[in-house]
T-cell receptor, first 113, second 112 residues
């Protein structure tokens, strides 16, 4: 059974810092990995999707990498801003079985001015 | 596209009452998922459909929960009878074959 862990659970940083959020998974036979952002009281917003054959994806100040052999993905946020404050979740869909994305518990990020 | 649409956004009901949550997936998406989110357990998958057919309902907590997808543009999640421990935010999500999930805004359920 796939297990997804996100560390740290919470992070507080000053504006302008470059950040790395981590997502680890136990079964490396994955179909894809997706990063989401969730604001309080809102739904999950898709940030980046990395297919199994890809190593990284970029969108604006966000870059996500995937290393299947080590069971890890990182979300890099450049030049953080207060508007980046939210909870970031990763979801891993395992290949070859039920098409079920497994979610981590998320990293709660606060960027203070 | 309007995205995944859920209703109601908020529901407050009393224990024992029937609750029906509704979802309209993104047009052209073949997969539909129902999730429940709580502080204690995070996001839990309840059930998912492929081409309107339920594929895996092993996450449905008990017989009080049921879900249907009568056509490609509509799904319901029903709780009957509701209990206080069902209080949570219920999310619907849809995707195409590439697996990119898109979520609705959620339905916040409070059972008194």
């Amino acid at each position: 059974k796939q297990e997804v862990t996100q560390i740290p659970a919470a992070l507080s940083v000053p504006e302008g810092e470059n950040l790395v959020l981590n997502c680890s998974f136990t079964d490396s036979a994955i179909y894809n990995l997706q990063w989401f952002r969730q604001d309080p009281g809102k739904g999950l917003t898709s940030l980046l999707l990395i297919q199994s054959s890809q190593r990284e994806q970029t969108s604006g100040r966000l870059n996500a990498s995937l290393d299947k052999s080590s069971g890890r993905s990182t979300l890099y946020i450049a030049a953080s801003q207060p508007g980046d404050s939210a909870t970031y979740l990763c979801a891993v869909t395992t290949a070859g079985g039920s098409y079920i994305p497994t979610f981590g518990r998320g990293t709660s990020l606060i960027v203070h001015p | 596209d309007a995205g995944v649409i859920q209703s109601p956004r908020h529901e407050v009901t009393e224990m024992g009452q029937e609750v029906t949550l509704r979802c309209k997936p993104i047009s052209g998406h073949d997969y539909l998922f129902w999730y429940r989110q709580t502080m204690m357990r995070g996001l839990e998958l309840l059930i998912y459909f492929n081409n309107n057919v339920p594929i895996d309902d092993s996450g449905m907590p008990e017989d009080r929960f049921s879900a249907k997808m009568p056509n490609a543009s509509f799904s319901t999640l029903k709780i009957q009878p509701s209990e206080p421990r069902d209080s949570a935010v219920y999310f619907c999500a849809s995707s195409r074959d590439d697996g990119e999930l898109f979520f609705g805004e959620g339905s916040r359920l409070t059972v008194l």
